[in-house]
């Protein structure tokens, strides 16, 4: 199989496969090599750490398509890509989805807030309607080249018009082809519990750490019929702690040794990026 056919079996197994985020080719690479199956690639991540911003809406189309492409070249697992709310109307969703099929994505996900968008679990969101939120679905479905591309369905909509909304949205953007849904923010165990019993497609579950909904484990949710479990910038936070902490030894010692437990040994980051393979090349090609 495929990359695009991998991810579609993982989301229909329906067993909590784990999906991390990944901000850029380097923590892509982690996240492969610890053995996880798919990766995300995080809007937020994107914003927060190549801008310094806050998830609201300030990445474009342009610099999604540049990390997707790069993080393509790095790692091998499927790809799920970010693309907020399609950087516009439904013409606009068509030349994004376009745009990174081209990059390497193998699913495209896109949601119904209004432009610009904001995370899910900040406060002060705003949906589409339900009409533009569906006729950009079905611009995304009919766009795709590779008819194995997948393009997840997200709604915003439980914040904003409630829980039973969220649903009713989510079943018309499946009506219009998505292929997984995304029922973002939601705020009970027993929302959690209710949505594999009320949509039909595959679904993914959000676990933002620090956000407005509980945190289950992985297998609990594939126990619920969960087919992928989100940890969108979990990468992220344990990068800024890890950060924070290195940088404090080094800031109040004046030096900083190659201590595991702050810093990656030498050799591990030469690792990761694959330097053995280019010595290999390297004396090939001299």
């Known amino acids: 199989?495929?990359?695009?056919?991998?991810?579609?079996?993982?989301a229909q197994a329906r067993r909590g496969v784990i999906v991390p985020g990944a901000f850029n080719a380097l923590s892509a690479r982690v996240v492969e090599d610890l053995g996880f199956e798919a990766i995300y690639i995080?809007?937020?991540g994107v914003t927060n750490m190549w801008f310094g911003l806050p998830d609201q809406g300030f990445v474009g189309l342009a610099e999604m398509a540049d990390h997707t492409a790069r993080i393509r070249d790095a790692v091998r697992v499927p790809?799920?890509?970010?693309?907020?709310?399609?950087?516009?109307?439904?013409?606009?969703v068509r030349h994004a989805v376009r745009t990174l099929e081209r990059a390497g994505a193998d699913c495209i996900q896109l949601e119904d807030q209004v432009a610009p968008k904001r995370c899910g679990h900040f406060e002060g969101k705003a949906v589409i309607s339900t009409e533009e939120a569906v006729s950009k679905i079905k611009a995304a479905v009919d766009a795709r080249q590779d008819p194995d591309l997948l393009i997840l369905a997200r709604t915003d909509a439980c914040a904003v018009l409630g829980f039973e909304a969220a649903i009713e949205r989510a079943q018309q953007f499946a009506e219009a082809g998505a292929d997984i849904?995304?029922?973002e923010a939601v705020t009970s165990a027993e929302q959690i519990r209710a949505l594999p019993q009320r949509l039909d497609r595959p679904q993914l579950m959000n676990m933002v750490i620090g956000g407005k909904t509980p945190?289950?484990?992985?297998?609990?949710?594939?126990?619920?019929?969960?087919?992928?479990?989100?940890?969108a910038n979990a990468a992220l936070q344990g990068a800024v702690?890890?950060?924070q902490k290195a940088l404090t030894v080094l800031r109040?010692?004046?030096?900083?040794?190659?201590?595991?437990a702050l810093v990656a040994p030498f050799a591990e980051r030469q690792r990761l990026v694959g330097k053995p393979a280019w010595d290999a090349l390297e004396r090939r090609y001299t």
């Not at 484990?217 to 989100?230: F, I, Q, R, S, T």
């Not at 109040?252 to 595991?260: F, Q």
């Open 1 to 10: 199989m495929n990359t695009k056919q991998q991810l579609r079996a993982l």
């Open 181 to 183: 849904l995304f029922v």
């Open 215 to 231: 945190v289950f484990g992985a297998e609990d949710l594939g126990g619920m019929g969960y087919g992928l479990v989100l940890y």
């Open 79 to 92: 790809l799920i890509v970010d693309a907020d709310t399609g950087f516009g109307n439904a013409l606009n």
């Open 42 to 44: 995080t809007g937020a």
């Open 241 to 243: 702690v890890g950060m």
């Open 252 to 260: 109040d010692a004046r030096r900083l040794e190659e201590d595991p």
